[in-house]
């Protein structure tokens, strides 16, 4: 990834001209500060920065002219790798040798006697001026990062993810440009955690990424342990299950717990869990098998965490009180609700209800399922299906062109030019698809099932019920559908929403489900639907969870993001 650090730091080296009040009469030339503002623009996504931003480098001034404020800035820059912002990215990696170069011309200046510095150059201004420039831009890039704007998921993703734009107005990013123009360190600090997701899955997950930044020490190799043992490998066993995920979190240090050295049951059934994610013998056994796999380098998941970390900067601060949660790596639906008089969008969740769900399938052009925020307005049952457009040219008409009867059969409804017609009479191999349009009746032979659940957007994307109900048996989801989302418990979704939203009573959406007639029910407010796509996810238990990518996502965003390497595809975490 590029950095602008260096043809910055140039500029200033070129003098800074509110140096004459510190250190004396010398004229010093101030930098050209439009070419840096449009440097900085360049910098943030080819895109030039928010107006107010160039005003601070208009004034040929020192921003950070406090030296524990200097010092506590690169802290805070030092710490961006939590949020998943690399060091490169906010000038971290270099603003240490800047410092040092400044401590360096300090002492040489503090050396030399008064007619010394009559007849030398100063050199402290030059290299103050290098490190207020890369501090202040380096806060501004980092801020950036945190409202979203590293990589735009429009492109990267074009016409499957329609995200939420944050800090639409700029008042965030103004917030910060305010704090930097008054020096005002502690309210950048404000500032940056303002401008960061206030949802708990984003915190969760920093919690996670953080976890994974020190170096852990290898397990030591060691004859085979079982549970109930001891072992001075535990505490090194416990490190590794919690880095990659299988354990929650825990604020105790491994080695300073009272039982730091039991091989215990928790300890047993995450490491046969992950045994069984990597292929190996779960048989809760530390072998040189499995120790070998714990041992394997964090880095691919780390770039997961910072991935996914990225895309919850791309959801709206707001996700509701009440609304559908469905993550698509997953192959899961929630229903989250938080009390609806909670002010603080940092207040928690619960979750009311989860079933497996069926996604679109990446194999078929266009049948992925889109990453949008949308709302149900309608809970329909028995429902026909009107068959896209799309659908009908891949699906429907040639399966009228091998056989005529096929669509009488399976009770589809025909409309040529608008005019209905008897499938059985017209001439299939002859004629063309744009000509007609079909209508599935309610039925078992109706691939939306019992129920579907309709929404506001212009895709035809909803989520409904299956007639395939075969594809739940084993209580998970799947890459199978043409787009929509098929539920794994659609009598449940309509009985929630139903009682919840329209005050039905129990078990009266359920039965409509099983068997009433065809009828649509307009919910009494839209309910929110968040589709989204997480291939790494932090439990409200600590937990982790990391799923297979089925569109292929994550390699275009880590490429966006300058990883330098690609993430490893992993099969998915039981919990």
Not at 90 to 95: E, F, K, R, S, Y
Not at 430 to 453: D, E, I, Y
Request: hydrophobic residues 45%; negative net charge.
């Amino acid at each position: 990834m590029t950095t602008l650090l260096h043809p910055l730091a140039l500029v200033a080296l070129l003098g800074w001209g509110i140096f004459d009040s510190w250190f004396g009469p010398e004229e010093i030339a101030a930098p050209d500060a439009r070419a840096v503002a449009e440097a900085v623009g360049l910098r943030l996504g080819n895109a030039k920065l928010h107006p107010a931003t160039p005003d601070v480098y208009e004034r040929p001034r020192l921003v950070w002219a406090d030296a524990r404020a200097r010092a506590g800035l690169a802290r805070l820059l030092d710490a961006a790798p939590a949020d998943g912002v690399t060091p490169e990215e906010v000038h971290a990696d270099a603003i240490p040798s800047l410092r040092i170069a400044l401590a360096a011309a300090e002492r040489k200046w503090a050396a030399h006697d008064g007619e010394a510095r009559d007849t030398l150059a100063d050199p402290r201004p030059a290299r103050l001026a290098a490190l207020d420039l890369a501090l202040t831009d380096g806060l501004l890039r980092f801020g950036d990062a945190l409202r979203g704007r590293r990589a735009d998921p429009r492109r990267l993703y074009t016409h499957s993810w329609f995200p939420t734009l944050r800090d639409s107005t700029g008042a965030g990013f103004d917030a910060l440009v305010e704090a930097i123009e008054a020096s005002d360190a502690r309210g950048v600090v404000d500032a940056l955690d303002a401008l960061r997701p206030p949802h708990d899955g984003y915190r969760r997950l920093r919690a996670r990424l953080g976890g994974l930044q020190a170096d852990l020490a290898p397990i030591p190799a060691g004859a085979d342990l079982a549970p109930g043992q001891r072992s001075v490998r535990v505490p090194h066993l416990r490190d590794r299950l919690t880095a990659w995920g299988y354990l929650p979190a825990d604020t105790l240090d491994a080695w300073a717990r009272p039982d730091a050295y039991v091989y215990d049951d928790s300890l047993a059934a995450a490491l046969g869990r992950f045994e069984e994610a990597q292929g190996l013998t779960a048989d809760s056994v530390l072998d040189a098998a499995a120790t070998e796999a714990l041992n394997a380098d964090l880095g691919p998941l780390r770039d997961r965490l910072v991935l996914n970390l990225e895309r919850w900067r791309w959801l709206p601060d707001d996700l509701g009180d009440h609304f559908v949660w469905v993550n698509l790596p997953a192959f899961e639906l929630r229903v989250m609700r938080r009390d609806s008089g909670a002010t603080d969008l940092r207040a928690p969740y619960d979750e009311n209800l989860r079933m497996p769900v069926n996604i679109g399938n990446a194999q078929t052009a266009g049948w992925t399922t889109p990453v949008i925020t949308d709302s149900i307005h309608t809970v329909e049952f028995q429902p026909a299906w009107y068959v896209p457009r799309s659908l009908a040219a891949a699906n429907v008409f040639p399966m009228a062109v091998r056989d005529s009867l096929a669509l009488w059969r399976q009770g589809f409804e025909v409309y040529q030019n608008g005019a209905p017609v008897d499938s059985r009479l017209v001439p299939w191999d002859s004629v063309s698809v744009g000509q007609f349009r079909f209508v599935q009746r309610p039925g078992p032979a109706n691939p939306l099932g019992r129920v579907k659940f309709l929404m506001h957007n212009p895709y035809a994307i909803l989520i409904h019920d299956t007639n395939k109900r075969y594809t739940f048996e084993d209580g998970a989801g799947s890459s199978m559908s043409s787009g929509c989302v098929q539920a794994g418990a659609p009598d449940q979704l309509a009985e929630y929403l139903l009682t919840t939203v329209n005050g039905w009573e129990e078990g009266d959406a359920t039965r409509s489900w099983r068997g009433g007639p065809r009828r649509g029910v307009r919910l009494e407010r839209p309910f929110l639907s968040h589709f989204t796509y997480f291939t790494a996810w932090a439990e409200a238990d600590g937990s982790l969870q990391v799923y297979a990518d089925p569109y292929g996502y994550d390699a275009r965003l880590a490429e966006a993001l300058g990883l330098g390497r690609l993430p490893a595809n992993p099969t998915d975490q039981p919990s």
